[in-house]
Every structure is written in structure tokens, then in C-alpha cells.
């Protein structure tokens, strides 16, 4: 049997503590990030112009079927040799994540936009509304309520996404845990402090989508 | 105070309204009667250009629109949206917005549209209410309302705007028959007051009581117009009598 010995990793407690900030830093800056490249490809999406819709679904499209994991050593290494540009880690992970959270988000806002039925949007010019109106004073309103879950629940996405940014060394809670076991020998201790640590951040947060789930359901 | 003259509408192949010619004055009440499918609801939604034709002219009031095919040169979101606050619509569905009160719902036009403020716009949707007799509903939900309830909101809604014109597409064909006397009773005083209306409509003895014109449509053309006893009590088409009795018939049978 396996002799835990937790109270061991106290000593880093620095080293977790650092590494959940910047686990944290990182999910804002990309969620953020994210939502507005969302917000611009799922609104533009539904543009009349081919010009500007197609693509935006090609984006959409290519981003969503290609594995997180793969875009970020993909933008941190191919993409500078390809456009000369060198990026830090931290740029092309970011970009690497936010581009591909933004693909789901813009799939949620577009589907909740159209999820609200025409005949809103009919009363509303009906009224005299111009476009931007009915969509700031009838439609918005009315999607936002509905897309606030999965929007919340692609940002856990988002959150658990940055797990990956170890790959490139960014020292982020992961990339931390890793650094106690190879120090201590103890990875079973030190992946196990991440995980809980991972949970502990989560566990509420959906506990919350959950909650305005179902009072979406009333 | 309605003109239209040559009007054409094509959903791709699909011609729904051929040559659409209408005159409606000032203070009267036409209704459009005929199958479904004849292009009464899609010439409704032209006259306030939530569906915009391909040919033909239409005025309403003093705004004067013409389209002529692909050469027309479409008029910019402001100037279709100031149009169609001229005249108010009320829909089958009443497409009540769930997320504002009845009280909002009423204010949200003139609020939004003609920058009325927030206290005038109060007053008269609390007028208004009362005249559709649902002051007591002013802080309710459209959801906590009844079908009949809902689209009396929904004609004092467009009413807020001070339309020239009213139109009434099918506006109770998705009530159940004890709340039809409630909505009707309101367009009844509507009509007594002298608003000019269009009214698509299925209660054949309604359009009857109310009507000063009755037009009658089938595949996209006006088959038959005049009074509504010429129209209703005496068509002149075969197909036209077909129609109005297969509808007496169903009558007496429920």
C-alpha cells in the first residue's frame, strides 16, 4: 500500500498557490478574449453577405474540429515560421485558445440569436424599430437569458482548457504540479493537490450554470 | 388614405400576390377574405413592408413606396423603419415581448421609436390599457395572461404608436372561441371611432357587421371586391360561392 504523505507538499505551497494564479490569469485573459471573438463570428455569422458569413463558418468550422492541444503547438510553432512573426509562449497560447473558445462561443450566440422566434423580431419592426433596436431592445435581451449556461459552461471549458498550456512551459498550476513530483518524487501527492485544487474552483462554478439552468427552466 | 397599385410578390417561383390594386380610405374598414394560401397575410405584411414586394407602388398616409424589380433601389433601414411606425400591426400570434411587462410592452414603441419620454409613454399606455380594459394587468407578464388578454396588449401596443393605419393579420384565429368576442369587441370601438383598418380575418360574420368593403383573394388576385353583401351574400364566381358555402356548411354543422 502506498504511504500518502500530503503534509509534505506544504513546503511548495508557493509554487501551487503561483501556479493556480496563473492558471486563473490565463482563463480570464482567454475567456474574455474569447467571448469577443465569439460575439464578433456569431453575430457576423449571421450576416446576408457571403463576404463576411462564410468566412467566419469556415473559422467556426476549421477551430472546432481540430484538437486544442494540436492549434497550440500548432500557433506556437508553425504559425511563426509561416507568417515570420516570432511569439512568445504566452502569445501564442493565448491566441491559440482564445481563437479556439471563440469558436464555440460564436456556435452558442449565433444559435441563441436565432433560437428567439421571428415574430419578435416582426412585432418589433412592426413598431418602426430599426435593426440595431430590435436587436439591442428585443432580441439580445431574450438570447442573452438563454445563452448565459452554455456560455458558462464552455468558459469551465475555457478554464480546464489551460491545463494545456504546460506544454509550452507556461508555468500555470499543471506545469507546477509536475515541477513538485519531479522535485519530491511524490507525483502522486502533487497531481493530486492539482486536481482537487482544479475541482475546488469548478465544482462551484457549475453548481452556478446549474442553478440558472434550471431557473432558465421555470 | 391606402394606395396600391400593380403589386407583385414571388417567393422564388412561387408567385403569391400577381397584380395587387387596393384603394382604402380614410376611417374605413376593409377586410380580406379567401383560402389560405391566396396571399392575404403576405399582402398584409407588404403594406408595412415586413415583406418587401418586388414590383408595384404602395402609400400609405404621405409615405409613398415603389419597387420595381431588381432596379429598385432599396430605401435604408431608417427611412422602411419610420414607415412602418405609421402603421400598426397585430399579429396571429401576438408576439407579445415576454421579457417586459404588459405596461412595458405598451411603452416600448413610442419609448424607443419616438423618443417619448418615459413618463408621457406611461400615461398613455395606462390610457390605452384601460381603453382595451386591462389597466389592472399593467404590471403582469404577457406569460400570466390569457390568449384573449394577450392580444387586446398586443392591439394596444401598436395603438401606442398612433398609427394612420391599423392591420389585423388572423388576429384571433389562434384564440379559443370563448376569448374571440373580447378581441373583437376592441376592433369593433376601433372601427365605431373611425380608424382605418385591414382586417384578414376568418369570422365571416364579423367581417360582415364590420366590414365597409370585403375583398376577396385566391392565388395571389383579387377575385371579387364590393360591400359585404355583394361579396359575402352574393359572389359573383363560381369558385367564390364555393368557398362561402363550404363555410356556411361548416357553421351549421358545429
Known sequence: MYDWNFPYLWQYRHLFANGLMVTVGYSLLCIVLGLAVGLVAGIGGLAKTRLIHLPLKWYVELFR?????????????????????????????????????????????????????????????????????????????????????????????????????????????????????????????????????????????????????????? | ???????????????????????????????????????????????????????????????????????????????LARFRANTGMVFQHFNLFPHMTVLQNVMEGPVTVLRTSKRVAQEQALELLDKVGLSDKAQQYPAQLSGGQKQRVAIARALAMKPQVMLFDEVTSALDPELVGEVLGVIRNLAAEGMTMILVTHEMSFAREVADEVIFMRDGIVVESGSPDEVIGHPQQALTQQFFARYHAGQNAT
Open chain 1, 65 to 218: 474540429a481540430t484538437p486544442v492541444l494540436v492549434l497550440i503547438i500548432w500557433f506556437y510553432y508553425a504559425l511563426p515560421v509561416l507568417i515570420g512573426v516570432a511569439m512568445t509562449a504566452a502569445v501564442a497560447a493565448v491566441l491559440a485558445l482564445s481563437l479556439y473558445g471563440g469558436a464555440f462561443y460564436a456556435e452558442i450566440i449565433r444559435g441563441g440569436i436565432v433560437s428567439i422566434d421571428p415574430g419578435q423580431t416582426d412585432a418589433a419592426r412592426a413598431l418602426g424599430m430599426t435593426r440595431f433596436q430590435v436587436m439591442r431592445r428585443v432580441v439580445l435581451p431574450q438570447a442573452l437569458r438563454r445563452m448565459t449556461p452554455p456560455l458558462m459552461n464552455q468558459s469551465i471549458m475555457q478554464l480546464k482548457n489551460t491545463s494545456l498550456l504546460s506544454v509550452l512551459a507556461l508555468p500555470d498550476l499543471v506545469y507546477q504540479g509536475q515541477a513538485v513530483a519531479h522535485e519530491t518524487y511524490r507525483p502522486l501527492e502533487a497531481y493530486t493537490l492539482v486536481a482537487v485544487m482544479y475541482i475546488a474552483i469548478l465544482l462551484p462554478a457549475s453548481k452556478l450554470v446549474r442553478r440558472l439552468e434550471s431557473q432558465r427552466a421555470d
Open chain 2, 1 to 79: 388614405m391606402i394606395d396600391i397599385h400593380g403589386l407583385q410578390k414571388k417567393f422564388g417561383e412561387h408567385v403569391v400576390l400577381k397584380d395587387i390594386r387596393m384603394h382604402v380610405a380614410k376611417g374605413a374598414v376593409v377586410t380580406l377574405l379567401g383560402p389560405s394560401g391566396s396571399g392575404k397575410s403576405t399582402l398584409l405584411r407588404c403594406v408595412n413592408l415586413l415583406t418587401i414586394p418586388d414590383r408595384g407602388r404602395i402609400r400609405v398616409g404621405a409615405h409613398e413606396m415603389t419597387y420595381s424589380g431588381d432596379a429598385t433601389r432599396l430605401p435604408g433601414d431608417r427611412a
